[in-house]
């Protein structure tokens, strides 16, 4: 028997890292399957021979996306290509969903099944999309357990998995080792500035993450600030902007679960990163700034109260959101102030924030996700293995 091919498609950094550990999880149970498709140096490393780079298309925004259109089109191009020269076997598609939904297209013409990892953020922006899922979707796997309803009654096979993150968010060293690691005082507070995994969007949240750090420093000497880099930034963007700054910032790369794990503090960009910081129990502030045309097209399509998914999973604002022109330096620093000042209200952020562990589902998420994945490969074989 021939082995089994999975084109696979994850656009963004997070996805990147779901998609490594979800190919990891096949591999376990069926080594031969071989996986090519579009990721970053965590699908790479994982032994998915990468077709196109994705930190060439990952953006932010709707007006974003013409800066790296050629590149997206390229991609496309060359996916199609892929799709008629060697035929995979199942199409996995990893969030990315203006990127995916084309392809999505292109395998329902061809008559490949797509299973979809990690939803489109239907329930937020743009809902009509599910009946468009469910014509072209063979099957959808779900992180967060609201979303099943909502593909339920459109008729989509919808499975949740629980959250690969329970699995991944894990310090690597103990907080002492960690502080001395990166040359830090444990003496001292510490804050982490996490000003996002796109260029795009370290270049608008970093001048006034570190202008809101120098106001910080001012009122509280003892602060100290931390910046874990995201993978695929360059260094030295980051240090360029640091150097135009009067505070000091330590820039770490990699062993990000051990720069959150010793904040006391993060401010970070809405994304998969508040949902880590939640696993590790940090109080935090959630900034968010794009294009004006960008947000204001957003706003005309979005359904939910709150942008960070840390809130959208509680149910409720645990984590103060700065949106758009609130993203300045002084806004940024009286709700840091708001929080160090205040240890009653850290407590409760903490506590809020074990909440939100709990309603991320069981470990095992990529286990289970794996075992959906070979089900569909492998239809008349039943259960592969069992997947607690």
């Known amino acids: 028997m021939k082995p089994k091919k999975i084109l696979l498609v994850a656009g963004e950094v997070s996805g990147d890292l779901h998609g490594s550990h979800l190919v990891e999880a096949v591999h376990r149970i069926d080594p031969e399957v071989q996986f090519w498709g579009i ?23 709707v007006t974003e996306v013409f800066i790296k259109l050629r590149s997206i089109l390229e991609a496309l191009r060359q996916l199609k290509k892929s799709l008629e020269q060697e035929r995979p076997d199942l199409i996995v598609l990893i969030d990315f969903p203006d990127f995916n939904f084309r392809l999505a297209n292109m395998a329902h013409r061809r008559g490949i099944p797509v299973l ?17 899922i469910a014509r072209r979707i063979k099957k959808m796997v779900v ?40 040359g830090l005082d444990p003496r001292r507070r510490t804050v982490g500035l996490l000003p996002g995994s796109r260029l795009h969007e370290v270049e608008r949240l970093l001048p006034a993450l570190l202008e809101s750090a120098h106001l910080l420093q001012r009122e509280i000497p003892e602060l ?32 990000n679960y051990d720069v959150m794990n010793l904040s006391e503090l993060l401010i970070t ?16 502030i959630i900034i968010y700034r794009v294009s004006f045309f960008s947000y204001w097209i ?28 609130d993203v300045r330096p002084e806004r940024i620093a009286d709700e840091a102030f708001r929080i160090l ?25 990529a286990q289970r996700a794996a075992q959906i994945v070979l089900s569909l490969l492998f239809p008349s074989e039943g259960s592969l293995i069992h997947v607690p």
Do not use: C
Not at 116 to 127: G, N, T
Not at 165 to 182: G, R, S
Not at 227 to 251: C, D, E, H, N, Y
């Open 269 to 284: 960009a809405s994304g998969t990163a508040t949902l880590e910081g939640a696993i590790l129990g940090k109080p935090m």
């Open 143 to 182: 992180l967060f357990p609201f979303e099943v309803p909502l593909y339920e009654a459109a008729g989509v096979d919808v499975e949740w998995v629980g959250h690969p993150l329970l699995d991944i968010v894990k310090p690597t060293l103990p907080k002492e080792v960690a502080f001395q690691k990166f």
């Open 298 to 325: 957003g706003r005309a399509m979005i359904r939910v109260e709150h942008i960070g998914l840390v809130n959208l999973v509680a149910g409720k604002e645990v984590a103060p959101e700065l949106i758009q022109k």
């Open 224 to 255: 100290q600030f931390i910046l874990p880099l995201a993978p695929g930034l360059p260094k030295t963007m980051v240090a360029s902007f640091i150097q135009k700054r009067s505070v000091p910032v330590t820039v770490v790369e990699g062993l």
């Open 341 to 365: 000042r205040n240890p009653i209200l850290r407590q409760k952020m903490t506590e809020s924030m074990a909440e939100v562990r709990q309603k991320l589902g069981k470990p095992g998420a």
């Open 39 to 61: 990721g970053g140096e965590g699908l790479k490393k994982s032994g998915m021979r990468l077709l196109y780079p994705a930190h060439s298309l990952s953006v932010v925004g």
């Open 116 to 132: 979809y990892y990690i939803s489109p953020q239907v329930w937020a922006w743009r809902p009509k999309r599910v009946q468009w």
